[in-house]
């Protein structure tokens, strides 16, 4: 069965900082990945998604994610965090059959001024 | 850019009423999800639907609930007889095809029962 560990459930940096958010994965085949950003009272609008291409992956808003299978591990990353990028990330794994997701428990970023 | 709606946004309903959830697809996807978020929890899997059957469900979809698409629009999701437990946001979000992998989401319905 497929598993996502989110390390953090709150992230704060500094405007201009780097993002770094944890995803840890347990999948028995090769993982189809994804994360997704959930802003305030808004659904979940996909960021960018690994399915066995390319392992670093560019997204939307600047976030790239890099899928490392010795690790397991799948993190979101951007350069230089925006007041704007203050939301819920949740990082999700597809199911074998069925296209079904599970998901991590979420990181909430912060953006400090 | 097409997108995923659902109606209501907010839902409040007494225990024990049956409430139904509505949800419009992107137009042209063929496979169908209700996912729930319990308030500070994981967003869970209910139920898939794909050629006007349900294809694979959880554990927390039981008699409860069901799932219709009545029309070539509408996707909707019942309970029966609520309980407080079921007080969650309740995302629709659809896939257009087995190899695209890409969900879209909706907004949600945030149901509340008192």
């Known amino acids: 069965a497929q598993s996502v560990t989110q390390l953090g459930s709150h992230v704060s940096v500094s405007e201009g900082a780097l993002v770094l958010l944890r995803c840890n994965y347990s999948?028995?085949?090769?993982?189809?990945l994804f994360w997704y950003v959930q802003y305030p009272n808004q659904g979940l609008q996909l960021l960018l998604k690994?399915?066995?291409?390319?392992?670093l992956v560019k997204g939307i808003n600047g976030f790239e994610a890099e899928f490392k299978k010795s690790e397991t591990s799948f993190h979101l990353t951007k350069p230089s965090a925006h007041m704007s990028d203050a939301a819920e990330y949740f990082c999700?794994?597809?199911?074998?059959?069925?296209?079904?997701?599970?998901f991590g428990g979420g990181t909430r970023l912060m953006v400090k001024p | 850019e097409p997108e995923v709606t659902q109606t209501p946004s907010h839902q409040v309903t007494q225990m024990g009423q049956e409430v139904i959830l509505r949800c419009v697809p992107i137009?042209?996807?063929?496979?169908f999800y209700w996912y729930r978020q319990i308030l500070g929890q994981k967003v869970e899997f209910l139920v898939s639907?794909?050629?006007?059957?349900?294809?694979?469900k959880s554990e927390i979809f039981d008699d409860q609930f069901s799932v219709e698409r009545p029309d070539g629009s509408n996707f909707t999701l019942k309970i029966r007889s609520t309980k407080l437990e079921d007080s969650a946001m309740y995302f629709c979000?659809?896939?257009?095809?087995?190899?695209?992998?890409?969900?879209?989401f909706g907004p949600g319905t945030r149901l509340t029962v008192t």
């Open positions: 999700a794994v597809r199911r074998n059959a069925g296209n079904m997701l599970t």
């Open positions: 999948s028995s085949v090769p993982p189809y």
């Open positions: 690994y399915t066995s291409a390319a392992t």
């Open positions: 137009s042209n996807h063929l496979y």
């Open positions: 639907f794909y050629n006007n059957e349900i294809s694979e």
């Open positions: 979000a659809s896939l257009r095809d087995g190899h695209n992998y890409e969900q879209y």
